[in-house]
């Protein structure tokens, strides 16, 4: 069965750095794109970045771009959010979700992603 598992996530003040992991189980990585998504209360669901298969290319929104950078390790079956100088605009729960195509082209649309993991929360808070 295919799953995703977010793991990371917690309590961080302004300014301060957190790494996400998104692991996998039941199926490999290889040829999935990865994209992180999150979603603060009362807001809707947005893309946040995109990797495609080989690691070889990446998208962030434009919110986050130049303080968070995504990255994998397909023999570890993971995919990591790597989200420095945090700011109180972050706060959410952040997911991963994979889509079996190697390809990340743009900024990820959740329409696009079939499989899911269950979140972690992220918090920024003085």
């Known amino acids: 069965q295919l799953q995703l598992v977010e793991s990371g996530g917690g309590l961080v003040q302004p300014g301060g750095s957190l790494r996400l992991s998104c692991a996998a189980s039941?199926?490999?990585?290889?040829?999935?794109?990865i994209g992180w998504f999150r979603q603060a209360p009362g807001k809707e669901r947005e893309g946040v970045s995109c990797?495609?298969?080989?690691?070889?290319?990446?998208n962030y929104a434009d919110s986050v771009k130049g303080r968070f950078t995504i990255s994998r390790d397909n023999a570890k079956n993971t995919v990591y959010l790597q989200m420095n100088s945090l700011k109180p605009e972050d706060p959410a729960v952040y997911y991963c979700?994979?889509?079996?195509?190697?390809?990340?082209?743009?900024?990820?649309?959740?329409?696009?992603?079939?499989?899911w993991g269950q979140g972690t929360q992220v918090t920024v808070s003085s």
């Open positions: 039941g199926f490999t990585l290889d040829y999935y794109a």
């Open positions: 979700a994979a889509d079996f195509r190697p390809y990340c082209s743009h900024i990820p649309k959740d329409r696009e992603f079939g499989s």
């Open positions: 990797i495609s298969s080989n690691g070889g290319n990446t």
